[in-house]
């Protein structure tokens, strides 16, 4: 008898954003491992066991829903937004390659999700509209002086970032840093996004500009779009503001 | 009496990787409008309309959408994947900026989608797990040089890279000068992923490395993601590789 584990994106909060895959995945496990806070997004079901965890005990969460999956149970892994973007995916690879051979015989699944900074867009407009990046500012997992280099590089070469883990109440000022080192790369007037809990009934949202965004409070609930120098913003009189990227940069052909 | 507008992500194709709110935003709608392939995908509902038209025609689709909301209707834009990722969110967003003040007045909703590189990465396992960037190889809209630029800043910064729009009838030879330029930043052993038609009948998956990526056919169909230097692949006996990027690189603390 050989288990299976699927590994599921919850998408940013709200349950309109499941995909049916994910909410088939979720009734049919026999058991639910996650982080308590997305646990709790899941209505409990007869005979389904839950196992929730802290928020820094990805390595364990993962190697404890293996277990149960070599023992021939249907077990899932939850994770906020997609599970391969920043997230569980990686941390159950992570055990399956470092633990026992029965693990590599697992029917392993990942179901895609909504990832906070496809959420984060889709409520401002289009800010990733043309090339962008993803970078995780938590310094947990990554030397700083890494993050500081890559933050350098996708600024001077006209990426739109999005900024993953802002903040943390360990880790409050490397948002800070990480705008003082953009403002040496981009003009004062970029666009930048705040995305807080966004779907959630908290849900928080800041157009603000690179020169003001120290002012904007960020935590591990918010995700932060850094626009390029061709990022725009719509101002409209009963609406609220639209930022995009166009598809087109100066020089193309068409 | 004010229109409304929503730009749907349809994701990559099958239909249970549509979240609940494109499906209630589909069904919702007076009248459909999309490139024709993305259109089929949807069933045909008594009373909508709907308004195919040809994938390079984006300006005048997203135009001829806004003047049907702007009378008042409910209208719909399809998109495949993300409607924010190299695809109709924008689009739409420049024909606000540069149409009538009364576009401005309407009711735009963007609704994310399962964009192409997170149903690509689900199939493998967890490739997009550390910091990555997503690039349209396309120079319909950006001088290649540019492109080639990008490539190099995000390969020598050590992000995993998403290739959008890697080839076309047009454009054959693009992808090939990408990995060219690829090869002089990355080892050849690099993993890279080729997926084409995720989640449709004819989907292909291939795992390769960037020294034999050159032999794997590439459309427009098709996302490719290259590893970075930390990308690893797990090879089973039974299942499929799982190919990942670990959370972690060399020098952090934990």
Same mark, same amino acid.
């Given at each position: 008898?050989? @288990? ?21 995945? &979720?009734?049919?496990?026999?058991? $639910? ?14 005979? #389904?066991?839950? %196992? ?13 829903? &293996?277990? %149960? ?22 941390? $159950? =690879?992570?055990? !399956?390659?470092? @633990? ?5 015989? &697992?029917?392993? #699944? ?18 990733? @509209? %043309?090339?962008? =990046? ?26 739109? !970032? ?11 000022? #490397? ?9 040496? %790369? ?5 666009? !930048? !996004?705040?995305?807080?809990? $966004?779907?959630?009934?908290?849900? #928080? ?20 779009? $850094? ?28």
């Amino acid at each position: 008898m050989s @288990g299976r584990l699927a590994v599921i994106g919850l998408g940013p909060g709200d349950a309109r954003y499941l995909t049916r895959e994910a909410e088939d995945a &979720l009734a049919s496990a026999d058991a $639910v491992y996650g982080y308590s806070a997305y646990l709790d997004r899941v209505p409990s079901r007869p005979g #389904q066991a839950r %196992h929730g965890s802290d928020n820094r005990e990805e390595p364990a969460r993962a190697a404890a829903a &293996l277990r %149960h999956a070599a023992e021939g149970a249907n077990v899932a892994v939850v994770s906020g937004g997609d599970p391969g973007v920043f997230a569980m995916a990686a941390a $159950v =690879c992570e055990q !399956i390659e470092a @633990g026992p051979p029965g693990w590599r015989a &697992l029917d392993v #699944q990942i179901v895609p999700g909504i990832t906070a900074m496809l959420a984060v867009a889709a409520r401002v407009g289009a800010p990733l @509209g %043309h090339d962008f =990046c993803a970078i995780s500012l938590s310094d947990n997992l990554k030397p700083w002086d890494l993050i500081e280099r890559r933050l350098a590089a996708a600024a001077a070469a006209g990426f739109v !970032i999005a900024l993953y883990n802002p903040a943390s109440r360990a880790r409050p000022g #490397q948002i800070g840093k990480a705008l003082t080192l953009l403002r040496r %790369h981009l003009p004062a007037a970029t666009a !930048i !996004i705040f995305g807080r809990a $966004v779907s959630r009934p908290d849900e #928080q949202l800041t157009i603000t500009t690179l020169e003001d965004a120290g002012r904007v409070p960020a935590d591990m609930a918010t995700l932060i779009i $850094v626009g390029s120098r061709d990022t725009r913003v719509i101002y409209r009189e009963d609406e609220a503001p639209l930022v995009y990227t166009p598809r087109a940069v100066a020089g193309a052909m068409a």
